[in-house]
């Protein structure tokens, strides 16, 4: 009986949603994705790991293929629309869930941008791709320009969909140790989850719409085994921070569409900065502007009332300017 009142007592104090929540495995086993997983065998640091990726192949190849990079709090899993258009029009998807993320192996190594590049490339020899147009979201965006600069002549075309990165952050945010990052990891949970995402992502909105893309990584922080996730996070939080690419823009050398929600105000470390840094961090508006002005032979799409994820909030809005570009 005391039990029970224990349990009813400690739901009720999770919102609506929180309580709906399930437990996520830590490589989302549990999870279903929208077209079959394969799975990569690789070693890294002497660890034997497995990157996990999916293949949609079109029915009317027009010989183009599509690499789409996920986000650092996503997977692979929120491409499906995206890729079902781009297979509709003849290209073929591949969509990785880099290591440490989503379906793919979760290791305690040391990250980088590069070391993603490669594995990534690896699933592309496999594949035996020898060209392709990389589309990079959020941390996507900072993978994607990495990959560009390693493999010039692989990347035919660049779309970079509000990617982080567009300023340095250790420049004006606090250092945090990978051991702090791990402190916060460990104490996240729905609620502080929807908190970040509805302030930075979305400027404040929230749609029943969003809670699919936040049940899984807040599904992990019920897992018993959640510290193997908040690991690899907390390593990726600290290649994010200290691995900018911004200083390199100038160096890309394919056609690269900018597509940026004007909405958005995602900041590494923002909560960190002193109050008068911490308001001018994730200006969307002037970096995406900035950034155009970087990259050589590049457009922006400015995407008006509308946050960090334009392929989720305004659909219409995304696909349009990037099956023309990709179709030039």
Same mark, same amino acid.
């Not at 799975?39 to 190849?61: C, F, H, S, T, W």
């Not at 908040?230 to 690419?245: C, E, H, R």
């Given at each position: 009986?005391?039990?029970?009142? %224990?349990?009813?007592?400690?739901?009720?104090? /999770?919102?609506?949603?929180? =309580?709906?929540?399930? *437990?996520?495995?830590?490589?989302?086993?549990?999870?279903?994705?929208?077209?079959?997983? +394969?799975?990569?065998?690789?070693?890294?640091?002497?660890?034997?790991?497995?990157?996990? @990726?999916?293949?949609?192949?079109? +029915?009317?190849?027009? !010989?183009?293929?599509?690499?789409?990079?996920? !986000?650092?709090?996503? #997977?692979?899993?929120?491409?499906?629309?995206?890729?079902?258009?781009?297979?509709?029009?003849?290209?073929?998807?591949?969509?990785?869930?880099?290591?440490?993320?989503?379906?793919?192996?979760?290791?305690?190594? =040391?990250? #980088?941008?590069?070391?993603?590049?490669?594995?990534?490339?690896?699933?592309?020899?496999?594949?035996?791709?020898?060209?392709?147009?990389?589309?990079?979201?959020?941390?996507?965006?900072? &993978?994607?320009?990495?990959?560009?600069?390693?493999?010039?002549?692989?990347?035919?075309?660049?779309?970079?969909?509000?990617?982080?990165?567009?300023?340095?952050?250790?420049?004006?945010?606090? @250092?945090?140790?990978?051991?702090?990052?791990?402190?916060?990891?460990?104490?996240?949970?729905?609620?502080?989850?929807?908190?970040?995402?509805?302030? #930075?992502?979305?400027?404040?909105?929230?749609?029943?719409?969003?809670?699919?893309?936040?049940?899984?990584?807040? !599904?992990?922080?019920?897992?018993?085994?959640?510290?193997?996730?908040? +690991?690899?996070?907390?390593?990726?939080?600290?290649?994010?921070?200290? =691995?900018?690419?911004?200083?390199?823009?100038?160096?890309?050398?394919?056609?690269? &569409?900018? %597509?940026?929600?004007?909405?958005?105000?995602?900041?590494?470390?923002?909560?960190?900065?002193?109050?008068?840094?911490?308001?001018?961090? !994730?200006? @969307?508006?002037? /970096?995406?502007?900035?950034?155009?002005?970087?990259?050589?032979?590049?457009?922006?799409?400015?995407?008006?009332? *509308?946050?960090? &994820?334009?392929?989720?909030?305004?659909?219409?809005?995304?696909?349009?300017?990037?099956?023309?570009?990709?179709?030039?």
């Amino acid at each position: 009986m005391k039990k029970t009142l %224990i349990i009813t007592l400690i739901f009720g104090l /999770l919102s609506a949603n929180a =309580q709906k929540l399930a *437990v996520t495995d830590i490589n989302m086993e549990n999870i279903e994705y929208p077209f079959p997983v +394969k799975e990569l065998a690789l070693n890294i640091q002497g660890q034997n790991v497995k990157m996990a @990726y999916m293949d949609l192949r079109p +029915k009317n190849p027009n !010989g183009k293929n599509v690499l789409l990079l996920h !986000g650092k709090n996503f #997977s692979a899993i929120y491409w499906e629309q995206t890729a079902n258009d781009l297979a509709r029009a003849g290209f073929r998807v591949i969509m990785p869930d880099q290591i440490g993320f989503g379906k793919s192996s979760k290791p305690d190594i =040391q990250y #980088s941008f590069q070391l993603l590049a490669q594995s990534t490339k690896s699933v592309l020899d496999q594949l035996n791709i020898a060209k392709v147009a990389v589309l990079g979201h959020s941390m996507g965006g900072m &993978l994607a320009t990495r990959f560009a600069l390693m493999y010039p002549d692989m990347t035919e075309k660049l779309i970079l969909e509000n990617p982080i990165g567009l300023e340095d952050w250790k420049t004006v945010v606090p @250092y945090q140790s990978v051991d702090a990052w791990y402190q916060t990891e460990l104490g996240q949970n729905y609620d502080k989850m929807k908190a970040y995402q509805k302030e #930075s992502y979305y400027g404040g909105q929230w749609k029943p719409e969003y809670e699919k893309w936040l049940a899984v990584p807040a !599904g992990w922080t019920l897992n018993k085994d959640y510290k193997i996730a908040a +690991k690899s996070s907390a390593l990726t939080y600290d290649m994010i921070f200290t =691995q900018p690419v911004l200083y390199e823009f100038e160096n890309l050398k394919a056609p690269t &569409l900018l %597509i940026i929600g004007q909405r958005d105000r995602t900041a590494l470390g923002k909560a960190s900065a002193p109050k008068e840094i911490r308001e001018t961090l !994730g200006n @969307y508006p002037a /970096l995406g502007k900035i950034t155009a002005k970087k990259i050589l032979n590049s457009q922006l799409v400015e995407i008006e009332n *509308v946050g960090h &994820l334009p392929h989720i909030e305004a659909y219409e809005k995304f696909i349009g300017p990037l099956l023309k570009f990709l179709n030039k």
